[in-house]
């Protein structure tokens, strides 16, 4: 299935492992071979929770903090 580490524990619903792969800056951009990456698999796994916290704490450069503060909000 070419899942990332960050992408099994988000469809395992091992939170507390997403967080640490997010504290050692794991790529969450990485697509699985249906090219899905860990921001997909969040909103797959309905949580809101894990999305807010990729975009804030991941190595998403591309996306400014005006966005990511708006789409926290609209949560």
Request: hydrophobic fraction near 50%; glycine fraction near 4%; proline fraction near 1%.
């Amino acid at each position: 299935d070419g899942d990332t580490p960050i992408i099994d524990a988000i469809t395992k619903g091992y939170d507390s492992i997403v967080e640490l792969l997010l504290d050692f800056n794991v790529f969450t951009f990485l697509a699985n071979k249906l090219g899905f990456n860990a921001i997909h698999h969040s909103v797959l796994m309905d949580n809101t929770r894990l999305v807010v916290k990729i975009l804030l704490y991941s190595n998403n450069s591309h996306l400014d903090i005006e966005t990511i503060i708006h789409f926290h909000f609209i949560l």
